[in-house]
């Protein structure tokens, strides 16, 4: 229990200062990559039904990139965040 | 209906769905001797695993909008549905990265001791307590009434027992042991719903697509060819619009929509040019496709399927089919999942539309048509009439897209349903972790509603009345037990949503307004007490409002939700952890200011003039219909400009942004 451990992380603000500036790093990469989906989605739709690579069309790979990117960026996060000396 | 519920054959279906609420409710009782504190009662005393709230959260989330709407959207327009699915992901970024591990630590139960926290301020609580009602009500309404909608094709009953089932199962849940059972409701739903939609997915693609004719033109095409055909006289209602009917050797009528010949329907299109000389020669090139009718009188009772009695017999069918794969292909045989993306972009899809006539004794017909479309067409965005603006020239189509697409990305983060789960978790790791298997459970989901709306529009099986019923009907193409798997799970799907809301409601009535707001003396008994009682009036309110929004088409009120939501929490929280001269005045003045101008905007927008007013929409001063564009950064506004005019050196916080508590 955080209460009972004095040095548990929530009692550490450096630590929840440091995981705070984490996440406003990962959350503006995300804001960029979303924020480009959603600019070509309104003014270039037409772009979106290329397909890059033969295949699958923009609109689909980049949906499903914003998906994937949106867990592996939480992946990092839980990675940074960890308790560690230092 | 075509799949009309009967007992006998659709047992199963009631069975699953009384099995799912029976041991929702066992579980609810048993879990109810645990949760007697106001701890227990509010915040599952904390001690909910992290991996069990990643997946409530799921549970907590994904909504009948979610699984039904999207599912629907993308059967019947293609990849637009799939940009809800984009959103409401990206939503729980901002909930990770920026609001879980502050909003943990400054709070205690509600996100209103978050925002709070520091100050000790009736007017914050006051505000954030209104805000987290108004929120939660508006979306409530859709759920209640979506649970009504359901219920009649899924389990045969009619709408107000859907309401009072949710209505009394969500009681007894939350009544008996609060955030406790709340939780283990959201986990089991959470868990089913991603399970059974994956597996649905996996049976999609092995069964791959393949070509065929639509079942009504079938039917056509085989009743006209038995007589002669006798041309209809259609009333002034109709003029204009690009129809001709025949009446049929049985009485009833065979209607064409010209245009989009079918090639497959030479011999019909012969017939018609033999027994009508008097037929338009222009006309004559391009001779169009049966569609189907259906005429409701105006006593709202005698309902006509092409122009006979509705029957078993005589029945709307089916729709949604491949008329043609790539390389001439018959069937594809299984596919992998980015095959069938590719194969389907190369093919040309039967999708239906609707067209509404109103005659002038007050029947009205509705005309459901098919339009052949290119799979590329279909597979980008613009093809839904809800995001069609961003295909058009108009700058404020495309703001209204953005608009919305923002109120997603920022409301998921302030949906007081969501944030009180941050609060069953021990610590704020507990918290980090548990949103990052929200977002697994939350974005494989939504992956597999790409291939459960193109599976529905593929499968022959839409009914062209009700893009709600895409999912179940999808999952009835393969048998009979996957669409009563399906169907149980999409009802239940609201009791877990439910449950969430009524939860924060509650919180919000008992623990902010009444007891730090009114400031009532209350024990830890009577906390509880109250919480209950809130719990109680709020599900009864729900119920009625489920009824009252009966008729009304309600899905636009979960995006309202978001907007109010993101306009009138997210920028207090946000400046709240990152700017120190934050002060009690400018919250306070953020969240009421964004929750009134955002209702304000919506209000005043011509998609309320047009759908709830029924005025004119361009009669709306509002240039487009989403406010979020406009109210966040508002509410940013509103909340610097009141904090630097309320600071003051000596009584302003004297803390750093990340807050330290006592070692």
Redesign the interface.
């Known amino acids: ?2 209460d009972a451990d ?1 040095v ?6 450096e630590i ?2 440091r ?2 500036r984490y ?2 790093i ?2 503006s990469i ?1 804001l960029v990559l ?1 924020g480009g ?2 600019g070509l ?3 270039e ?2 772009l ?2 290329k ?1 890059p690579f033969g ?3 923009l ?2 790979l980049y ?2 990139g ?3 990117a ?2 592996f ?3 990092i ?2 990675v940074l ?1 960890r ?1 560690r000396r230092d | 209906m075509f799949y009309k519920f009967s007992l006998a054959r659709d047992w199963p279906a009631f069975s699953v769905f009384a099995f799912f609420v029976a041991v929702v409710l066992g579980l609810s009782f048993y879990l109810g001797r645990k949760a007697k504190s106001a701890k227990g009662y509010y915040a599952a005393h904390g001690q909910i695993h992290w991996f069990v709230n990643g997946i409530a959260f799921a549970g907590d989330y994904l909504s009948a909008a979610s699984f039904l709407g999207i599912c629907g959207m993308i059967a019947f327009f293609g990849y637009d549905g799939f940009l809800y699915s984009i959103g409401y992901l990206a939503g729980w970024i901002v909930a990770l990265f920026v609001i879980a591990e502050p909003i943990k630590r400054l709070g205690k139960f509600t996100f209103a001791d978050a925002l709070d926290g520091r100050f000790n301020s009736r007017g914050i609580k006051l505000a954030a307590a209104i805000s987290t009602l108004v929120v939660s009500i508006f979306y409530l309404i859709p759920q209640m009434v979506g649970a009504g909608a359901l219920i009649k094709p899924l389990l045969g009953l009619e709408h107000w027992h859907g309401v009072l089932i949710v209505g009394f199962t969500v009681i007894v849940i939350v009544v008996t042991a609060g955030m406790v059972s709340t939780t283990w409701v959201q986990f089991i739903k959470g868990s089913l719903l991603v399970i059974f939609c994956f597996i649905l997915t996996v049976m999609i693609l092995r069964r791959g697509l393949k070509q065929q004719e639509t079942p009504e033109a079938r039917k056509s095409y085989a009743t006209t060819a038995s007589g002669d055909l006798v041309r209809v006289q259609l009333s002034e209602a109709w003029k204009g619009k690009p129809y001709f009917a025949y009446r049929e050797t049985n009485g009833g009528i065979c209607m064409i929509r010209s245009g989009y010949p079918d090639p497959r329907a030479v011999e019909f299109n012969r017939r018609i040019r033999e027994s009508d000389p008097g037929f338009n020669e222009r006309a004559l090139e391009t001779v169009g496709r049966p569609v189907q009718t259906r005429t409701v009188a105006a006593d709202g009772r005698t309902v006509l399927i092409n122009g006979l009695p509705q029957s078993a017999e005589n029945d709307l069918l089916p729709v949604g089919t491949v008329s043609e794969l790539p390389g001439g292909k018959l069937s594809t045989g299984p596919l992998g999942p980015f095959e069938f993306l590719s194969t389907l972009q190369s093919s040309t899809i039967v999708t239906w539309s609707k067209d509404t006539i109103k005659e002038k004794d007050g029947s009205v017909t509705e005309v459901f048509y098919p339009v052949e479309k290119k799979g590329v067409d279909l597979l980008m965005p613009g093809a839904s009439p809800t995001f069609a603006g961003v295909r058009s020239n108009s700058l404020f189509k495309k703001l209204d897209f953005l608009s919305l697409m923002l109120a997603l990305f920022c409301g998921t983060a302030s949906l007081p349903h969501i944030l009180i789960r941050y609060y069953t978790v021990k610590d704020q790791a507990s918290a980090r972790k548990s949103t990052v298997v929200g977002i697994a459970a939350i974005g494989f989901f939504y992956v597999l509603t790409l291939y459960l709306g193109l599976g529905a529009m593929t499968s022959g099986a839409l009914d062209p009345t009700d893009t709600n019923m895409a999912a179940p009907l999808l999952a009835k193409s393969f048998n009979n037990f996957l669409f009563a798997v399906i169907s149980a799970i999409a009802f239940t799907t609201v009791l877990g949503t439910v449950s969430g809301l009524i939860m924060a409601g509650s919180g919000a009535v008992a623990h902010d307004l009444m007891e730090n707001f009114l400031k009532v003396k209350m024990d830890d008994r009577l906390k509880v007490f109250y919480g209950k009682l809130a719990a109680l009036m709020l599900g009864i309110l729900a119920m009625i409002l489920g009824m009252l929004f009966r008729k009304m088409n309600v899905t636009f009120l979960v995006g309202w939700a978001f907007n109010i939501a993101a306009s009138a929490n997210l920028p207090a929280l946000v400046m709240l952890l990152f700017w120190k001269r934050t002060t009690k005045q400018g919250i306070t003045a953020a969240v009421s200011i964004g929750m009134l101008s955002s209702l304000a905007w919506i209000l005043a927008s011509p998609q309320v003039y047009r759908d709830v007013y029924g005025l004119d929409p361009a009669r709306s001063i509002i240039p487009f219909s989403q406010p979020a564009l406009v109210t966040i950064p508002l509410g940013f506004l509103v909340l610097v400009i009141v904090s630097l005019i309320t600071w003051r050196p000596a009584s302003g916080p004297a803390f750093p942004v990340v807050e330290q508590r006592p070692a």
């Open positions: 229990m955080p004095p548990h992380e929530d009692h550490r603000p929840s200062a995981n705070s996440g406003l990962l959350f995300y979303y989906f959603m989605a309104a003014f739709p037409q979106m039904a397909a295949g699958v069309n609109a689909i949906g499903f914003l998906i994937v949106a867990l960026l939480a992946l996060y839980m965040c308790p």
